[in-house]
T-cell receptor
Framework: DTGVSQNPRHKITKRGQNVTFRCDPI?????LYWYRQTLGQGPEFLTY????????KSRLLSDRFSAERPKGSFSTLEIQRTEQGDSAMYLC??????????????FGPGTRLLVL | AQKVTQAQTEISVVEKEDVTLDCVYE???????LFWYKQPPSGELVFLIR??????QNEISGRYSWNFQKSTSSFNFTITASQVVDSAVYFC?????????????FGKGTMLLVSP
């Protein structure tokens, strides 16, 4: 069990550019979550997938944000036309379903985005 | 209204002291889960403990213990004989059945500084 991985770990971009982050969940975890964490705050839910289906999106997820999980394995989160307010840590988590302890989400190391 | 409140922003202790982190939650759901996560400076959220709403038995796991009281909607977490490696931000989180346990609602975190 290798844990949730995220790439890149750090990203610096200029305002207006597009960025894409990747998350690889723990294998056989069919639920995958994206959260955003700003300085001094707890993580805030953005969206989640069960397999390839995106089941819920937070109102925090503006039209500039899009997430995909095309084959039900890894997921990508894209931010178009980045703004300085998008600077944050983007965290990915996964959890199993249909198993004991299924309610626990396991987090990756995050991608820290800085928009200049 | 905040669903999860961690009133302590920062706590400083000296190594070997015991420390308790407070968490108060708010939910109308009768079935829910409460969690504590640790976030060291590296950024990754590490799962520590989980408790469901039907189990108020307080337990000890190594140096960690927790006190869950539904009557006061509190889920406090204690580290016994703190160590420098315990220095991190600790988050309390709530997952509700009404949302299908699909999201975690986090508090703002408590930064714990353990000095030698």
């Amino acid at each position: 069990d290798t844990g949730v991985s995220q790439n890149p770990r750090h990203k610096i971009t200029k305002r207006g550019q597009n960025v894409t982050f990747r998350c690889d969940p723990i294998s056989e975890h069919n639920r995958l979550y994206w959260y955003r964490q700003t300085l001094g705050q707890g993580p805030e839910f953005l969206t989640y997938f069960q397999n390839e289906a995106q089941l819920e999106k937070s109102r925090l997820l503006s039209d500039r944000f899009s997430a995909e999980r095309p084959k039900g394995s890894f997921s990508t989160l894209e931010i178009q036309r980045t703004e300085q307010g998008d600077s944050a840590m983007y965290l990915c988590a996964s959890r199993p379903t249909g198993q004991k302890n299924q309610e626990t989400q396991y987090f990756g190391p995050g991608t820290r985005l800085l928009v200049l | 209204a905040q669903k999860v409140t961690q009133a302590q922003t920062e706590i400083s202790v000296v190594e070997k002291e015991d420390v308790t982190l407070d968490c108060v939650y708010e939910t109308r759901d009768t079935t829910y889960y409460l969690f504590w996560y640790k976030q060291p400076p590296s950024g990754e959220l590490v799962f520590l403990i989980r408790r469901n709403s039907f189990d108020e038995q307080n337990e000890i796991s190594g140096r960690y213990s927790w006190n869950f009281q539904k009557s006061t909607s509190s889920f406090n977490f204690t580290i016994t004989a703190s160590q420098v490696v315990d220095s991190a931000v600790y988050f309390c989180a709530l997952s509700e059945r009404d949302s299908g346990y699909s999201t975690l609602t986090f508090g703002k975190g408590t930064m714990l500084l353990v000095s030698p």
